[in-house]
């Protein structure tokens, strides 16, 4: 019977390890791929007030892990200030519809550097209909917006040297 529980504990044991090695795989899996997409996730727990925030998150933001506690009044200080309000609505309307949302919003770095960022988040709800969670992951899409800006400024350029060239051919 000792035998027999000691088999079962081994075999017990080597599922576990099997099944961490395979979690530990899908985590660095993930972490690449928000690397490669220059991405970061983050994490809100409603009860506790905690925010969790992955090295992307750390980076988009450009602040450094050991010198940033990630606190509402430390977030808000680099949201650039005239999109707090309309990510503030945003969270409201997620704890009340309960359904993933997106918002558009700039961070301003310690740096004075602005980053535009696309935030999605997500809430988990427990078995009473709560949100008990919020997670999220932000996607720093500031060099498509240069490229929009740089895009837009060529065809007003081209409108306009097309509106020059027909008024000499109509004059």
Known sequence: MNAELEERVSSRTAELEASTAQLRQSEESRSLALAAGNMGSWGWIRETGDCLWDDGQYGIFGV??????VTAENVRALIHPEDWERLQETLERLLQDRKPIQNEFRVKRPNGEIRWCIGTAAPSIDGAGRVTRISGVTVDI????????RQALLAREVDHRAKNALALVQS
Do not use: Q, S, V
């Not at 498509?144 to 800006?149: G, P």
């Open 142 to 149: 500031t060099d498509r917006k240069i490229a929009e800006e």
């Open 64 to 69: 450094n892990r050991k010198h940033f506690g």
